[in-house]
C-alpha cells in the first residue's frame, strides 16, 4: 500500500425517520383493522389520528433529510417514471377486476348500495385535484424564474388542495359508511374503498413529498430536481382520480 493512501472508516447515515413512517403505517393498518374487523369506531379514530400526521411527518422528514443534504440528493425523474409505471400497472390491475365484475354482473349496483351515490363531492374533489395540477405547475415556473416566495405560494396552495381533497374524502367515506355501505357489504362497495382508498393514499404520499420540499424551502434549501420529480408524481395522481372519478363514480 502506497505510503500516501489514506483509509478511511465507514461513515454510517443514521435517520430517525424510517422509524416514524413504519410506526405512522402501523398505525394507519391498526385503524383500517379496529373499524373493518372490530367495528371500534373509538380506536380506529385514535389510531387514525396517531398514524396520519407520523406517515406524512416520516415521509416529509426522511426525504428532507436528502434534500437539505450538503450532496443535494433526490429522487431522479428517470427513476419517478419507472415507480410510476409500476403503480400505474397496480391500479390497472383494479380496474380489470371493477371492469369484470361489473360487465359480467346481473345488475349494476348491486343489492346494499345506497340508492343516491355522491355525485356532487366527486365533482368538487375533481376540480380541487386538478386545479392543483396547474398549482404545482405555475410553483414549477416560477421555481425557473428564480421567485422563491412566488414559488412557497403556489406549493403552499397545492398542499391545501391536496388536503381539501382527502377531507371531503373523508367525509365521503363517512356518510357512506353510515348507510351501511361498508367494504363487505357487495362487490361494488368492495371495488369502490378500493379504488379510491388506494388513490387516496398516493394522494397522501404526495403531501407528504410537497411537505418534504417546504420543510428545507424554508430554510433557504431547494433541489429544482427533486421539485420537478415531486410535481410529475402529482401530475399522475391526478390523472388517475380521472380514470377513478369517471369509472368508479360516473358509470
Not at 196 to 220: C, E, N, Q, R, Y
Request: charged share 10%.
Amino acid at each position: 500500500m502506497s505510503e500516501h493512501a489514506v483509509t478511511h472508516a465507514p461513515e454510517w447515515e443514521v435517520s430517525v425517520w424510517p422509524l416514524v413512517l413504519s410506526l405512522g403505517i402501523l398505525f394507519l393498518c391498526l385503524a383500517f383493522t379496529f373499524q373493518f374487523v372490530y367495528a371500534s369506531e373509538l380506536w380506529a379514530f385514535i389510531c387514525l389520528g396517531a398514524g396520519t400526521p407520523l406517515t406524512l411527518a416520516g415521509i416529509a422528514g426522511w426525504i428532507s433529510e436528502a434534500i437539505g443534504g450538503e450532496h443535494g440528493e433526490g429522487l431522479s425523474t428517470p427513476a419517478m417514471g419507472w415507480f410510476i409505471l409500476a403503480e400505474a400497472m397496480i391500479f390497472v390491475s383494479f380496474f380489470a377486476n371493477y371492469w369484470y365484475q361489473r360487465l359480467s354482473a346481473d345488475a349494476w349496483p348491486p343489492l346494499g348500495t345506497p340508492e343516491a351515490m355522491p355525485v356532487i363531492i366527486p365533482a368538487i374533489m375533481t376540480v380541487a385535484l386538478v386545479t392543483s395540477s396547474f398549482t404545482i405547475h405555475a410553483g414549477e415556473v416560477k421555481l425557473e424564474q428564480g421567485d422563491k416566495a412566488g414559488f412557497m405560494k403556489w406549493l403552499l396552495i397545492t398542499i391545501v388542495l391536496g388536503i381539501a381533497f382527502l377531507a371531503m374524502s373523508g367525509y365521503e367515506w363517512n356518510h357512506l359508511i353510515h348507510q351501511g355501505f361498508i367494504p363487505a357489504t357487495n362487490e361494488y362497495s368492495t371495488s369502490f374503498y378500493s379504488i379510491t382508498g388506494f388513490h387516496g393514499a398516493h394522494v397522501l404520499v404526495g403531501l407528504g413529498i410537497f411537505i418534504a420540499i417546504l420543510l428545507p424551502a424554508l430554510s433557504g434549501k431547494l433541489n429544482t430536481a427533486f421539485v420537478k420529480t415531486g410535481s410529475l408524481y402529482w401530475h399522475f395522481v391526478d390523472i388517475i382520480w380521472l380514470f377513478v372519478v369517471s369509472q368508479v363514480y360516473y358509470w
